[in-house]
């Protein structure tokens, strides 16, 4: 069986930003087993899954991230929406747009330690929307 469903998260700040609860709240009955995906429907912005407890890690991906695409590159041609932009869509890709994870005993079967990021990489890229596909 395949249930889907669609939410908008609010817009969120440039940075990385745990989403977990925001995920299970929009899912009303997680079956025994199964898998869910988490897609997300822009090109400048990214899922990923990691360090859900010390804020400090969101910090160093944010700080590591602009070192690796740092923005005003003078080889960008994309340049017309800001110099945000062309580097959210490299990091984006980078990233990916989709985590997929393990449903056991009616929970996601995340690690202690583990939780869903949104990337954000605009300085303002406004609400974004998430498709979350259950498979069970």
Known sequence: MIKQYTIALPAFPRGFHLITDQIVQAIPDLPVSGLVNIFIKHTSAGLTINENADPTVRVDYETIFNKLVPENDPAYKHTI???????????SSLVGSDVTIPITNHRLNLG??????????????????????IYS
């Open 112 to 133: 202690t330690w583990q939780g869903v990021y949104l990337c954000e990489f605009r300085n303002y890229g406004g609400r974004r929307n998430v498709v979350i596909t």
């Open 81 to 91: 929406e800001g110099p945000d932009d062309m580097p959210a869509h490299v990091k």
